[in-house]
């Protein structure tokens, strides 16, 4: 079935570091591909989205692109800060029901 | 919007009681989901409802659990009788149709059995 597989965490950077989590999804088609993260004692928050293979979404300095190849949705950012720390989820969604990996925990100190 | 709305936020019970969790989705959206996050298996799907129609039920657990969905603004979660282990986050969420699917969440039921 489907599946989204994160890299374990938790990722540990000081502040202004390069961020890097990696995903990769099992799915039939062409599923659209999201980022969502967690913060302390709040539900889930869409970070950005790809619909389709080669499409890069971004936000808040965050980017993923959605490479069909390896079928991969990998998150990035070039400087992170100590606000980032979250819990990020890669999910799989588009025609298919959602479903999230184990989610990555980033803890950055200042 | 006031976005998803779930209540209550924290719920401490004793074992063998029964446990009702509310939800609010966000008005206009057909799909109604109900998970459940722990820290050994994540998040997981436990029903899902289209139009107000359970869809997938195949993540309850067990018996125990039961979901409704009486009108397009409100969903229930019950668990009868409760036992310790499904002490956890329950988190329920809505989308405005499958195609998208980018759902959004409320905050959370935080579900203590003693």
């Known amino acids: 079935g489907d599946s989204v597989t994160q890299m374990e965490g938790p990722v540990t950077l000081s502040e202004e570091a390069f961020l890097t989590i990696n995903c990769t999804y099992t799915a039939t088609g062409y599923p659209s591909l999201f980022w969502y993260v967690q913060y302390p004692g709040e539900g889930l928050q869409l970070l950005l989205k790809?619909?389709?293979?080669?499409d890069k979404g971004s936000n808040k300095g965050f980017e993923a692109t959605y490479r069909k190849e390896t079928t991969s949705f990998h998150l990035e950012k070039g400087s992170v800060q100590v606000s980032d720390s979250a819990v990020y989820f890669c999910?799989?969604?588009?025609?298919?029901?959602?479903?999230f990996g184990r989610g990555t925990s980033l803890i950055v100190h200042p | 919007d006031a976005g998803v709305i779930q209540s209550p936020r924290h719920e401490v019970t004793e074992m063998g009681q029964e446990v009702t969790l509310r939800c609010k989705p966000i008005?206009?959206?057909?799909?109604l989901f109900w998970y459940r996050q722990t820290m050994m298996r994540g998040l997981e799907l436990l029903i899902y409802f289209n139009n107000n129609v359970p869809i997938d039920d195949s993540g309850m657990p067990e018996d125990r659990f039961s979901a409704k969905m009486p009108n397009a603004s409100f969903s229930t979660l019950k668990i009868q009788p409760s036992e310790p282990r499904d002490s956890a986050v329950y988190f329920c969420a809505s989308s405005r149709d499958r195609r998208s699917s980018e759902a959004f969440f409320g905050q959370g039921t935080r579900l203590t059995v003693v």
């Open positions: 999910a799989l969604g588009g025609s298919y029901i959602p479903t």
């Open positions: 008005s206009g959206h057909d799909y």
């Open positions: 790809a619909t389709k293979a080669d």
